[in-house]
């Protein structure tokens, strides 16, 4: 049988570089591997843990799902859907959630700092969120996840509950890994930590065009343009890495040579790299236009992949439905 691979986007709102990067290239690799059966999802009860915006959500559902087959994921050879659209999704979260305790969750990384960032909404649903993503995983037995260094704290949890219950109810789940990309770590614009869709100013989206991407470069921090060491961190190490990420090693070798000799112009690199980034997008925006023209092949996409998605979940949850002594 062949080993299944599952991953999918929180449905925020359309997907940019990092996302592109670090998650959706691992995605069309697996796809493109005969070894694998691959389920991509857009996680829209993933996206309800945190305040949303009611009126956008079904709208950013579709947004990822046009990004996904833009960027060349293929509902024929992968399941391409929505997560509320399995409802098993959240019947085995239920069931795992009795596996886990609160205090591990509590002491999650990712929780910690999504309580910081809304303070007023720590709800059930978020704090349960790690649970509901193992739920994703599991529910398809998929041994592969390809997604950012971000999520390993998640994926780890996943682990535990798998192992818990195979050992108490004799279960087949496997202990899910995580599949990481090259050049996963792509960095904000802002000099500070990864792009992320959460901080404005950080990101630059799959269908900005060449002038939006050279005013969100011209936004980005720098220095004078010279020193003594190549700086680490910040707005530099930033820029560095993401012509790096897009114009290759050699390109970065040059700059850094420029800023630890006679100086780096800021603006001649901005422009490069924006034209650098734009050439690699562009014809992802040239295919997207094909699913914006035609509303109806992404629905069907949606549908035939949640019914494809739904067979697989119901076997699963027949099973562990016997295994834990529910009636059926
Ligand atoms: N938490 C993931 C993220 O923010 C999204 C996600 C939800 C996911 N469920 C998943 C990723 C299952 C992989 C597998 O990126």
Redesign the pocket.
Known sequence: MKKRV?????ATGRLHLG?YLG?VKGYLELQNNPDYEAIY?V?DL?AITTPYDKAKLFENTRNVVMDYLACGLDPEKSIITA?SLVPEHTFLAHILSSEITVARMQHLP?FKEKVKQHPDHVTMALLN??V???S??LLYK?SL????I??EP??EV?REIARKINEKYGTDFPE?KRFATQGEYVPSLTGEGKMSKSVEGSYIGLTDSLDEIKKKLSGAPTDSGKGEAIPEKGGVANLFKLVELFEGSEKRKEYEEKYLGGGVRYGELKTELAEAIFKEIEPIQKQRKIYENDPSLVERVIKEGAEKAGIIAGKTIEEIKDKIGLIK
């Open positions: 599952f991953s999918g986007t929180r996302n998650a999802m996680m993933h997560q990712t969120y790690p509901l993503m193992a994703d995983i998929a996840v390809p997604v950012g971000d999520q998640h994926l996943a899910p």
